[in-house]
């Protein structure tokens, strides 16, 4: 009885290290998730100024949401043609300036040139890193990433490195498309998750559109 016994117990023992084992290394060997990103564009930046585009954003709407308005500090991530930087430019006026910041140097040089044609003094541009916009310390109002989200690698080290740029009270915006990060669009409620992890709440969340697709999130850096 005590022989049969034992020899139940190290049949046991062996079937649970042979169970075991192979849950262990499936577990060890998953690799870290990790969110799909969109290749940054970098063809031609004309594209970017398509009839009617202004109302379909309502970009006054935004500059409002935004605190947008003359003598303040406006950055533009992701600047690309500068579509919104010009925009933003006219708004904060002479007294104001705008940064825009994209990290493909055709892009800053575009920008120079269109701010030269329409003798725009306040628009400084700035080449930056894919997870660092390189602004100044303690000089930013409001900022805007239009429909650049997706594109950005590492967004939770670009938020992070975003905020020693923010005065008190500053606001960021995100305007962007649902989708799976890799076809030109990311999931709001990603965004939300990645803005709290890197120190940001939630103050707004619009749908101007309403087609389901492109929504407008405005944080605040938490302090």
């Not at 020899?7 to 290290?17: G, M, P, Q, Y």
């Not at 500090?73 to 919104?84: C, E, H, L, N, P």
């Amino acid at each position: 009885m005590l022989r049969t016994l034992r020899h139940r117990i190290l049949l046991l023992a062996f079937f649970a290290c042979c169970i075991g084992a192979p849950i262990h290394a499936q577990t060890a060997a998953a690799p870290a998730e990790s969110r799909k990103t969109s290749e940054p564009y970098t063809g031609d930046l004309s594209v970017f100024d398509s009839p009617g585009r202004e109302r379909r954003l309502q970009i006054d709407r935004v500059m409002d949401l935004l605190g947008i308005s003359a003598g303040k500090t406006v950055a533009d991530i992701g600047a690309g043609s500068g579509w919104f930087t010009v925009r933003a430019a006219k708004r904060v006026t002479a007294s104001g300036v705008v940064y825009a910041v994209d990290i493909n140097p055709e892009a800053a040089r575009y920008i120079e040139r269109r701010a030269d044609q329409e003798h725009l003094s306040n628009v400084k541009t700035i080449l930056s890193q894919p997870d660092d916009p390189q602004l100044p310390a303690n000089s930013i109002d409001a900022v805007l990433l239009l429909k650049t989200y997706h594109e950005v690698e590492k967004p939770v080290a670009l938020l992070r490195n975003l905020r020693p740029a923010l005065r008190p009270g500053a606001r960021v915006g995100v305007i962007d498309r649902n989708g799976n990060g890799e076809n030109h669009g990311v999931g709001s409620k990603v965004v939300i998750r990645e803005a709290a992890e890197a120190g940001y709440s939630l103050a707004g969340r619009y749908d101007f559109v309403k087609d389901g697709m492109d929504y407008f999130l405005v944080f605040t850096a938490q302090r």
